[in-house]
């Protein structure tokens, strides 16, 4: 075991539920932590978990939705008060840099009183990391309904939101993060040891029928509703006889 895991903050959809965080997960690498996304009540529930902030090297942003970022400023006030000194690297959909560098001094954090310097890198889809892992942006339609509203109040923004395809000492984990439809992701998915992936923008159905045929280690549902809604994923589950497939809890640990 090389103690390489990924810790399930926030398991909620982005109707907040009140037993569970918004989208976050922790990316523990060695002694290196990542997190990516980083959606309401995302930083308690990181310190529930007696997660070391300090150990944080690089937050990955999927998209702009409030249930994916918008705790990243108080995550960054934690860092702070904690008196980190390394270099963080902030990835972030490179539409979201400008309005984001206005945001942070709004909020009273200005960059040049961190502690530590905060590197910010927008990406696009394509973007490939490659340091302590690997990790490739991989584009989704599911912000492209935005289209014609973006367009009237003249807003630049490509409207991506990017699934994260994940390489770590040779396992292989697909994150969805919010997709349009299944078929946004289909194609990424065989092979992968652990995906996890979204409910609130899939069917169901389809997912079943695609996971019957094809080879993943285990999925985790995640983005979650009501316990009725959980309950009602997890009799479709059981009814299918899918044993590689779990509906996520926050503090669920999937060891890679
Ligand atoms: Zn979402
Ligand atoms: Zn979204």
């Not at 809890?249 to 060891?255: K, L, N, S, T």
Request: with cysteine.
């Amino acid at each position: 075991m090389n103690g390489n895991k990924i810790i399930i903050l926030g398991s909620s959809s982005g109707l907040p539920q009140a037993g569970r965080a918004c989208s976050g997960y922790a990316l523990k690498t060695g002694d290196s932590l990542s997190l990516i996304d980083c959606g309401g009540g995302v930083t308690s529930s990181f310190l529930r978990r007696g997660l070391n902030p300090l150990a944080v090297e690089r937050i990955f942003i999927s998209h702009t939705h409030p249930d994916h970022v918008i705790e990243l400023p108080l995550f960054l006030q934690l860092l702070h008060l904690e008196k980190r000194r390394e270099p963080v690297k902030l990835y972030l959909p490179a539409d979201f840099v400008e309005p984001m560098r206005r945001f942070l001094p709004a909020l009273y954090i200005i960059e040049d009183k961190l502690p530590f310097e905060l590197d910010i890198v927008g990406y696009e889809e394509g973007f490939e990391y490659n340091d302590v892992f690997k990790l490739k942006a991989v584009g989704n339609k599911h912000l492209k309904a935005y289209k014609e509203l973006i367009e009237i109040n003249q807003l630049s923004n490509k409207m991506q939101c990017c699934s994260f395809d994940i390489e770590i000492d040779g396992k292989r984990v697909f994150y969805s993060a919010d997709i349009a439809t299944y078929d946004d992701i289909r194609p990424h998915l065989d092979g992968r040891d652990v995906v996890i992936l979204e409910s609130t923008h899939v069917a169901l159905e389809e997912f079943i029928e695609h996971a019957r045929s094809i080879s993943v280690g285990r999925y985790v549902i995640t983005h979650l509703g009501t316990d009725e809604e959980v309950g009602e994923i997890n009799r479709m589950i059981s009814k299918a006889g899918l044993d590689n497939v779990t509906t996520a809890v926050d503090g669920m640990e999937i060891p890679l």
